[in-house]
């Protein structure tokens, strides 16, 4: 699978972004799925997830109500919606293919994910 993300920008706090993810090559929707980002200076951390079917989802606790992890298995594309964005989100944003599909439970660590797209810059200004 290659993936490529897209949709970030520059917003004010409290403003709204849509992430997309879009895949091609192998069956994107046989595969576990997850956002990843990285702030100036931090390492990587995990955003949220969104197994195969989209039944279930995972999100870290300081996105949880405000990002919500999506997909369109017919698109081949998957999407984070980002409300209420703070300047603490400022980051590239990753999508991510969990290599372990099927799994027990979605997966967090980035040890699990491959096929990294190119990342979007998503910067929020105070």
């Known amino acids: 699978v290659q993936l490529q993300a897209s949709g970030g920008g520059l917003v004010q706090t409290g403003g709204s972004l849509r992430l997309s993810c879009a895949a091609s090559?192998?069956?994107?929707?046989?595969?576990?799925m997850g956002w990843f980002r990285q702030g100036p200076g931090k390492e990587r951390e995990f955003v949220a997830a969104?197994?195969?079917?989209?039944?279930?989802?995972a999100y870290l606790d300081a996105v949880k109500g405000r990002f919500t992890v999506s997909r369109d298995n017919i698109k081949n594309t998957l999407y984070l919606q980002m409300n209420s964005l703070k300047p603490d989100d400022t980051a590239v944003y990753y999508c991510?293919?969990?290599?372990?599909?099927?799994?027990?439970?979605?997966?967090?660590?980035?040890?699990?994910?491959?096929?990294w797209g190119q990342g979007t810059q998503v910067t929020v200004s105070s």
């Open positions: 969104i197994s195969w079917s989209g039944s279930s989802t």
């Open positions: 991510a293919v969990n290599l372990r599909t099927p799994s027990a439970s979605l997966q967090t660590g980035a040890a699990s994910y491959g096929a």
């Open positions: 090559g192998r069956a994107f929707s046989g595969y576990d």
